[in-house]
Nanobody
């Protein structure tokens, strides 16, 4: 059974930064495509970024690609999201997600393609 646990969220002032993390346990981390999503109150879940199994290929949505960066450490089974120059509109619950990938070529941005989800970590940006 795959378990995902996020951490690192918090309250930060606009212009600040955060590093959020997600640990996968129960299976081999390197077998999974990993993604980050967020959901603000009253809004739909939104794709932020994903990273392939090896970590050599990433895809970050246009709206945040100049401020956010995704990375992974396959030795420790940890996924990271660096959030720079945070804005009040970045306030949301941030979720990591995993999909067992058949190849290193797999990259998915749609939430429906992910099999496992964490409980989320709250990021709040004050103005």
């Amino acid at each position: 059974q795959v378990e995902l646990v996020e951490s690192g969220g918090g309250l930060v002032q606009a212009g600040g930064f955060l590093n959020v993390s997600c640990v996968l346990s129960g299976r081999t981390f390197g077998s999974y495509l990993m993604g980050w999503f967020r959901q603000a109150p009253g809004k739909e879940r939104e794709f932020i970024a994903c990273i392939n199994r090896s970590g050599e290929r990433t895809y970050v949505t246009d709206s945040v690609k100049d401020r956010f960066a995704i990375s992974r450490d396959n030795l420790t089974g940890t996924l990271y999201l660096r959030l720079n120059n945070l804005k009040p509109e970045d306030t949301a619950m941030y979720f990591c997600a995993a999909r067992r990938a058949r190849s290193d070529l797999e990259i998915w941005s749609e939430a429906r393609n992910y099999e496992y989800w964490g409980q989320g970590t709250q990021v709040t940006v004050s103005s």
